[in-house]
């Protein structure tokens, strides 16, 4: 359950969240699952055009590999520059492993797992590379992009899934123009690399169509259908807090006029304004069914 509260300045989330699932698995909290949480929460945001907090959540670095990076010369900088490229297109961790073995990497597996670039002396330990290098954050970036709609289109054309297939159609398209160098940059995080996972449009049309994938809507007749009740369970909603905000403010009356009747009522010499609010008081009371007190 998400709470929201527009009551501050800040707007923010409050997420309820029951230990157990209903496969009878318990929830962990720890930096992976807060990590599952945020994107789920971030990519909600840009479904809908809500802006959300962004953190530069790559490692500091050291001023030799700042010039390194500067210089484009670095070998941490290459090696995510390759994960970046093959988190796109890989299904697991294990394939994009085996791609980069293919291209004359070495990855060491271990207690601190590492990776070689080709001609580099030294092992990098991947999470050196920064948290979204990790091996666990990379096998993450993977399950969200192919959760962010990259759909098979040859299933979507098969279940007639059309609104899939238009997101996906202009996704693939505005990936292949970053790729190519022609789309205009618009980075979700300056710091990391222009490519599509970093692209504002692209998530944020991934985030739309994860999200409309979620709600089984396949066509622009479902999406219309699903706004409309959407709409109504709004009305109803508002109608709903109007009804309970107009009771509240007839209890905050009533017990105002409450409070005059039990000041005024006992005072032997009234002036003649306190005697008019003491009446007002008893005929509020009296509308209300309260005889007496």
Known sequence: ??????????????????????????????????????EHSDRTCLAFGVPYIETNRKRGMSYGEWLH???????KEKIRREIDTLVLCCKNFDELAATLEKRGYTIRYGERPAI????????????????????????????????LGNASLEDAYNKGQILTICFASIIAELAKRIVDGTKKENKREEKLPYLPHNDRDVYQLG???????????????????KMEETQKEHDKAVKEFNTLTAEQHRLDDLLIQYENFRTL??????????????QLAKQSLSRHGIKSL
């Open 1 to 38: 359950m998400i709470a929201t509260h527009i009551d501050k300045a800040h707007y923010h989330n409050h997420i309820l969240i029951n230990i157990y699932g209903i496969g009878g698995h318990k929830y962990n909290d720890n930096y992976t699952t807060r990590r599952k949480i945020r």
């Open 69 to 75: 990076h500067k210089r484009g010369t670095s070998w």
């Open 116 to 147: 070689k670039a080709p001609e580099q002396q030294r092992f990098v330990c991947f999470k050196t590379l920064g948290d979204d290098y990790t091996i666990t954050n990379i096998g993450t970036r993977i399950i969200w992009k192919d959760d």
């Open 207 to 225: 985030a739309q169509l994860a999200l409309i994938n979620r709600l089984n809507i396949h066509s622009i007749g479902e999406l219309e259908a």
């Open 265 to 278: 009522d006992g005072k032997s010499h009234k002036t003649l304004a306190e005697k008019m609010k003491l």
